[in-house]
């Protein structure tokens, strides 16, 4: 399957899981909303490896394993079973390289991003005007590149640092 063919089948299912979710399609859009996450998930815009994929997706578990142990409260288990979950992405990055981390990074970002965004429909039905939107925002976030991300994050730290 060529790139061209994966970014016209995430399309396709983002496209279908909006329309659900404003009711133009039979039954809730659950199945049709995790289908396009997927979608998005493995839609990575270069080609990587098997081997490759499967790093990037462990380090994608790791990550969100880590950032669900990094929260308030919990105590000394929680604490050290984070500094567990660390070392073990610590690990995965060094075997694999900083590359493959970033990809996985971008990836967690990306699903996050994309699940916020058809959560913020699941309640009411969606409108015309925002499937529009929606659909505006699935392409734009499906366009965000590693350099891209850094740079946003960098300019919010700057702001946030104005602001503080």
């Known amino acids: 399957m060529s790139e061209d063919d994966d970014a016209t089948a995430a399309e396709t299912s983002l496209r279908r899981a909006v329309e659900q979710l404003c009711g133009d399609g039979s039954g809730d859009g659950s199945e049709a909303a995790q289908e396009a996450v997927q979608a998005l998930a493995d839609g990575s ?41 660390r070392e073990r992405l610590v690990d995965m990055m060094m075997a694999s390289g900083p590359e493959l981390l970033n990809e996985a990074e971008l990836r967690h970002w990306k699903s996050q991003a994309m699940v916020e965004l058809l959560l913020k429909f699941m309640d009411t039905a969606m409108k015309k005007d925002d499937t529009v939107e929606t659909l505006a925002r699935i392409e734009a976030l499906n366009a965000v590149t590693y350099e891209d991300y850094q740079q946003a994050r960098k300019k919010l730290a700057e702001e946030k640092a104005a602001a503080g």
Request: proline share 5%.
């Open 45 to 85: 815009g270069k080609a990587w490896t098997p081997e490759q994929e499967t790093q990037i997706r462990a380090m994608v578990e790791q990550i969100r394993k880590l950032r669900d142990l990094n929260r308030p409260g919990g105590g000394w288990w929680r604490r050290r079973r984070e500094w567990r979950a």
